[in-house]
């Protein structure tokens, strides 16, 4: 049918606009929700991962594919730690079988699916309602896996672990959002007071924002590997408590967006603290086999409040894990746990209560965490496989972290921490006092500037530290190590070029 091209007369096309902007007036005249009826909490969120940094790098991707002016073809997306959307790592084999075969049991039927993993897909799917990944599953989620969980951690620190303890959630952010839900006194006068590190992961403070609580932020130590000081932690305590009520704190280990992990002596430091001042501990281990460094080593903090004994050993904690992290990657799925630790059981019904207006975690991704914590065994017909991919994975990573901080310290008006554990380097940045007022003029944070000319001119996106909050008068990025070597040593040679301009350009 041939297209018909069909131009209303001009009058009609007047009457037609006039039409639409009187609809559009109506519209706004009967809108219940808009900016000045929007709940106000929600309009302090910000989320730096996902910020407009991120939003023109998407722009210009678009523009990349046409005619264009831009010094660069392509940009290389360092703000996000997606190992898939990396473009440098393929998904696992054994997750995948384990997940299709749950997902459509009749490929279990082929002659060269694994018998291993077979037993695992069956062993799952009969805890599940008729025998169906689709069914909803108990608001903690799937028990197999929650034993499987249990285990894991047994097994990772030495000591019991209770499956009813152990809540499967929509990633490590879900659950993280939850536990904080429960330390709020919902009092706007003096509301709950919850410590976070600076920097931090940006998911934290948006969270708090979104629930009308007080940030009591203690600056990590970036002499001394981003490690926590005491000190800091009772200065930052102190001056928060006639602004609201303290109930927990938070630490990352290993660090994000800094990379640090923490040594025995400061977990049990920090214990103490927490002990002495009666707070809740909430211990973000999602990054627990991203660990680097020779020497460096990843303590559990439920494994070392054990080992202290008592009185420690009756704290209460929540320890989180993800499907998103580790070597693995899986981020889309959205599996993840926590454990709940040393809570009374009438408190742990109120949690139940909670989550189970929710009805129940993706299935899915909770089958992704179920295969990320229980792997093939030696002997298995799948276990060889599995260590070879997993072998690559992590040599990747490791020799990339090595890379990336070694190479950013050779440029001048940088300083890298080494990245010892996680996905990202943090490194410290010299801006020009003149870039700095220029940026203030702009209304920028003087590194949200720095990071705009970056991508402008080079193609690379990263994520300013003001993003992740900072000590005052510093600045930083973060960058993941993520990409592949040969993009990663481009990356950081784009980065020299401009970085050695743009001290020129604004001394």
């Excluded at 030495?158 to 330390?183: E, W």
């Excluded at 310290?409 to 006092?433: D, L, T």
Aim: hydrophobic share 35%.
């Amino acid at each position: 049918m041939l297209a018909i091209r069909y131009r209303l007369p001009t009058h009609t096309a007047r009457q037609v606009f006039v039409a639409s902007v009187n609809s559009r007036k109506e519209q706004k005249r009967y809108a219940t929700l808009t900016m000045q009826t929007l709940n106000p909490l929600v309009k302090e969120v910000e989320y730096a991962v996902r910020g407009p940094i991120v939003i023109r790098a998407g722009e210009i991707e678009n523009q990349l594919k046409g005619k264009h002016n831009f010094p660069f073809d392509r940009v290389i997306r360092a703000n996000i730690g997606d190992c898939h959307a990396s473009g440098n790592q393929a998904p696992i084999t054994y997750i995948r079988q384990f997940v299709a075969g749950c997902t459509h049991p009749e490929i279990m039927n082929s002659s060269n699916f694994p018998q291993d993993v077979k037993q695992r897909v069956e062993r799952l799917l009969s805890a599940c309602g008729g025998k169906s990944l689709g069914s909803y599953t108990e608001s903690q989620g799937i028990v197999t896996i929650r034993e499987d969980v249990a285990t894991y951690i047994q097994q990772r620190d030495g000591y019991p672990s209770d499956p009813k303890h152990i809540y499967l959630c929509n990633g490590a952010s879900d659950g993280i959002k939850t536990v904080i839900k429960l330390l709020m006194n919902n009092n706007a006068a003096k509301p709950s007071g919850i410590m976070i590190p600076v920097p931090q992961y940006p998911l934290y403070s948006a969270t708090l924002s979104e629930y009308g609580a007080h940030q009591i932020e203690y600056y990590l130590d970036e002499d001394n590997n981003w490690a926590l000081n005491m000190d800091e932690l009772e200065r930052a305590l102190n001056a928060a408590k006639d602004q609201c009520v303290p109930r927990g704190i938070v630490i990352i280990n290993p660090g994000n967006p800094t990379g640090q992990v923490l040594s025995r002596d400061n977990i049990e430091n920090v214990l103490r603290f927490a002990h002495k001042h009666q707070l809740f501990v909430l211990a973000d281990e999602v990054y627990q086999e991203n660990v680097y460094l020779p020497g460096s080593k990843f303590f559990s903090f439920k494994k070392v409040l054990m080992d202290l004994g008592s009185p420690y050993n009756q704290m209460q904690m929540a320890s989180f894990h993800s499907a998103s992290k580790g070597w693995h990657g899986e981020c889309g799925s959205r599996g993840g746990y926590y454990e709940l630790i040393n809570l009374d059981n009438d408190v742990r019904m109120q949690v139940n209560k909670l989550i189970s207006a929710c009805l129940c975690s993706t299935s899915w991704g909770q089958a992704v965490m179920g295969a990320i914590i229980n792997p093939p065994k030696e002997g298995e017909e799948s276990y060889e496989q599995y260590k070879k991919e997993r072998t690559s994975v992590v040599n990747r990573l490791k020799d990339k972290a090595d890379l990336v901080s070694q190479l950013f310290n050779s440029i001048e008006g940088v300083r890298c921490n080494a990245v010892m554990g996680a996905m990202y380097a943090f490194p410290r940045i010299e801006i020009p006092k003149k870039a700095i007022e220029h940026a203030k003029s702009k209304n920028m944070a003087p590194d949200a500037f720095y990071c705009f000319q970056l991508l402008e001119k080079t193609g690379i996106c990263v994520v300013p530290g003001s993003g992740f909050k900072q000590r005052p008068g510093t600045h930083h990025l973060r960058t993941t190590i993520l990409p592949p070597v040969d993009q990663m040593k481009d990356m950081v040679e784009r980065f020299r070029t401009f970085h050695m301009s743009f001290l020129r350009e604004w001394k």
